[in-house]
């Protein structure tokens, strides 16, 4: 009988130790993934505002272009 007791003692303690690993295994995965979640919108910011960047950039320098196309033509706007 007291065989018996242990072996189902035990066996409660196996399943048990097992409920608590996956436990911890979700719980490392959600960790996990809101730690990726968070770079990636880090990432998402960081990306967008250097579009932004870029974009604001080109236009000065078409801006520019178009400047010096005027003065080396020695035309303004208004003549074309």
């Given amino acids: 009988m007291e065989a018996l007791l ?4 035990l066996s409660a303690l196996v399943a ?3 409920v608590v690993m996956e436990w911890f295994k979700e719980r490392r995965i ?3 993934t809101a730690e990726l ?7 998402r910011m960081a990306i967008l505002q250097a579009a932004n960047e870029l974009g ?5 320098a078409r801006k520019a272009l178009i400047r010096v196309s005027y003065l080396a033509s020695g035309h303004t706007p208004d003549e074309i």
């Fill in 6 to 9: 242990l072996a189902v003692t």
């Fill in 16 to 18: 048990l130790g097992m």
């Fill in 30 to 32: 959600a960790r996990i």
């Fill in 37 to 43: 979640n968070r770079a990636e919108a880090e990432l």
């Fill in 56 to 60: 604001a950039d080109a236009h000065e």
